[in-house]
């Protein structure tokens, strides 16, 4: 079954054109990594899907309707979840209020224990419940963004390099509960410069290049491209 | 002479508090939607005349205006939002600001051209009346008023902390592109609080009645006030919104009493312009 299906998608700022064209799919249950360099389009194609930005054309396809055009709050309200570069918290809002936040479209979740399960997956959140969002460490802000993401029980969670700026170790334990997340079967699509992580996490994988999908494959297949190799990993 | 400045510091809390309710509703807009509103003054100039209008020709009393002013106002800050504040949003600071001069100006205007330059007062109202407090007078109304704006301040607040409506207006505050991948609506959430903001000048403006005239050029006086006491206490602190009603006002009322009543102005914005150059962020505000 697919879940998303992005077909010919062309935007970028303004008159500034980034993405040239991409074609990718998801299939429900899936996890699939989009890597490539600085400044390729990851984050302008995952900004695009979720509706902060408008497309120029080109389709996005989620269970069936097509999302590309529609504002952003719909979008996320017919279960595509963002979890933004950075984790974009509410910065004056407690780590629970920001969690509530996250179940805005989907109140009846709180009371089903969703909290209490991602509680289980990142229990600093539960002891940091009552300090401001603004004042948690890299890695904790990170869990929480991806949390609040996950507490509207989307039916795909898109994960803007959930790796930047963190100590290794907290990178492990972030990549742990994502394969932990996978295995309940969740559908995940994941941009990230930190392809070791991301292609040993990822069914499969995207290349982009210039706004361009270059290579695609298996999580395996692609990390083991010498090509790609070269670009990315420095070998 | 002691019981007399306790005397101006007693009735310029009390009116403090009433400014407070203001200043929330100029808080709300301010920190939602980050547009400098200059015509909140002039809303609540605007609802004072309701409240004139809506007592005399409906026969109600002051107290109760509020029952029919507060959804007026609150409907007129959704028409205001839709048709001209909204397209404003993305614009250069200039632009918002030409936009809400423009509806101050608009709105001073209305009010000449409705109720002529002629100051009005309410005749009656059940609240009028004083009694003594060991060696000081309680103006039953300024008593009233301030009580109601505290009960609505602390009710606003609530609203805003622990409602799930109130806690998406904040996450819209924070960061409006984060809420609406939560599943907000901005349009919408922008708003209500824009209503919301203007709707409490309708409160407001209903217990301002209850002691003193309005005339049309009331507007720019409440406007200043409220952006004094925003620069005082500074965004996201409901205490500290109160506390810098009441400093405003005692600071007002001590200049009526001890040197001149038209001076009052002056010392209000000499406090806005101290302030804004020693603590940008206010006193109690947050970052
Ligand atoms: N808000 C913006 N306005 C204009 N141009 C932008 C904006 N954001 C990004 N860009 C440009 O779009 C291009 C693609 O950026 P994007 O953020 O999608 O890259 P990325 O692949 O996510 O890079 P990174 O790995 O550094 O996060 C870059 O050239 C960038 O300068
Ligand atoms: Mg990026």
Redesign the pocket.
């Known amino acids: 079954m697919t879940a998303l299906r992005v077909q010919g998608l062309r935007s970028?700022?303004?008159k500034?054109p980034?993405l040239a064209g991409v074609d990718l799919l998801v299939a429900g249950g899936e996890v699939v990594a989009v890597v490539?360099?600085?400044?390729?389009?990851?984050?302008?194609?995952l900004?695009t899907i979720c509706g902060l930005i408008r497309p120029y054309s080109g389709q996005i396809l989620f269970d069936g309707r097509d999302m590309a055009g529609r504002p952003s709050y719909h979008i996320a309200r017919a279960g595509i979840s963002y979890v933004p570069?950075g984790g974009r918290l509410f910065p004056n809002m407690t780590v629970r209020e920001n969690l509530l936040m996250g179940a805005f479209a989907t109140p009846a979740n709180l009371k089903s224990g969703l909290l209490e399960e991602i509680y289980t997956l990142f229990p600093i959140l539960q002891r940091r419940g009552r300090q401001y969002a603004a004042t948690l460490s890299g890695g904790e802000k990170q869990m929480l963004a991806i949390s609040r993401g996950l507490v509207s029980s989307p039916k795909i969670l898109m994960l803007?390099?959930p790796s930047?700026g963190i100590a290794p170790k907290l990178v492990e334990e972030i990549y742990d509960r994502l394969h932990a997340l996978k295995a309940k079967g969740l559908t995940v699509l994941l941009?990230e410069?930190n392809t070791n992580f991301a292609l040993e996490l990822a069914d499969r994988a995207y290349v982009?290049e210039n706004?361009r999908i270059v290579l695609e494959g298996s999580g395996q297949d692609v990390a083991a491209n010498p090509e790609i190799k070269r670009h990315f990993l420095g070998l | 002479m002691i019981v007399n400045i306790l005397q101006s510091v007693a009735d310029g809390a009390l009116m403090g508090c009433v400014y407070a309710l203001i200043a929330l509703g100029l808080s709300l807009i301010f920190g939602v939607l980050n547009i400098v509103n200059f015509a909140h003054g002039d809303f609540v100039m605007l609802s004072m005349y309701l409240t004139f209008w809506a007592s005399t020709y409906l026969s109600l009393d002051a107290v109760f205006t509020p029952l029919i002013t507060i959804p007026l106002l609150f409907g007129l800050g959704v028409l205001i939002y839709y048709s001209i504040i909204q397209k404003t949003l993305r614009e250069r600071f200039v632009v918002q600001v030409a936009v809400t001069v423009g509806l101050m100006t608009f709105l001073r205007a209305f009010a000449q051209l409705v109720w002529e330059a002629r100051p009005r007062a309410l005749k009656f109202s059940i609240i009028q009346g004083n009694f003594p407090l060991g060696p000081f007078t309680v103006l039953l109304s300024r008593l009233i008023s301030a009580s109601l704006s505290i009960v609505a301040v602390v009710a606003v607040a609530m609203f805003l902390k622990y409602s799930w409506l109130g806690r998406s207006i904040r996450a819209a505050s924070d960061d409006a592109d984060a809420a609406s991948l939560m599943g907000v609506n901005i349009r919408w959430t922008y708003a209500f609080a824009f209503a919301m903001g203007s709707a409490l000048t309708a409160l407001a403006g209903g217990l301002l009645m209850t002691f003193q005239q309005v005339d049309p050029t009331m507007g720019l006086r409440f406007g200043l006030l409220s952006w004094c006491i925003l620069a005082l206490s500074g965004l996201g602190s409901i205490s500290g919104l109160l506390i810098s009603g009441v400093i405003v006002g005692v600071a007002e009322a001590l200049t009526v009493a001890y040197w001149e009543p038209r001076a009052r102005s002056l010392i209000v914005y000499l406090i806005f312009v101290v302030i804004l150059w020693l603590r940008p962020r206010g006193l109690f505000g947050r970052k």
């Open positions: 970028g700022y303004g500034v980034i490539g360099p600085n400044g390729s389009g990851k984050s302008t194609l900004k570069e803007d390099e930047l941009v410069q982009l706004g």
